[in-house]
Nanobody
Framework: QVQLVDSGGGLVQPGGSLRLSCAAS????????MNWYRQAPGKQRELVAT???????GYVDSVKGRFAISRDNALNTVYLQMNDLKPEDTAVYYC?????????WGRGTQVTVSS
């Protein structure tokens, strides 16, 4: 059974930091591209950060220089370090695993940035 368990969200003040984690099981983690998406109320889900099986990373422009995605293949876990958080980063963040036509999603973790 495939599971992606994302965690680490919470309430943080503007300028603060959070680290999201996504633990995967039931897949050959090493070969999957791992991604973080987010969805704010009333908006479409958007791709925030991606890391390929060889460690190549990519980010949406709005988070470049503030967020960092990383993976630990020994732990089957992907992380999203989020620094200098802004109110517009408020959303539910979802972990995603992709390999060819196979796609798996976590249930999401809420991030709220507010004073």
């Amino acid at each position: 059974q495939v599971q992606l368990v994302d965690s680490g969200g919470g309430l943080v003040q503007p300028g603060g930091s959070l680290r999201l984690s996504c633990a995967a099981s039931g897949i050959n983690f090493n070969i999957y591209a791992m991604n973080w998406y987010r969805q704010a109320p009333g908006k479409q889900r958007e791709l925030v950060a991606t890391i390929s099986s060889d460690g190549t990373t990519g980010y949406v422009d709005s988070v470049k220089g503030r967020f960092a995605i990383s993976r630990d293949n020994a732990l089957n876990t992907v992380y999203l370090q989020m620094n200098d958080l802004k109110p517009e980063d408020t959303a539910v963040y979802y972990c995603n695993a992709k390999y060819l036509g196979l796609i798996w999603w976590g249930r999401g973790t809420q991030v709220t940035v507010s004073s």
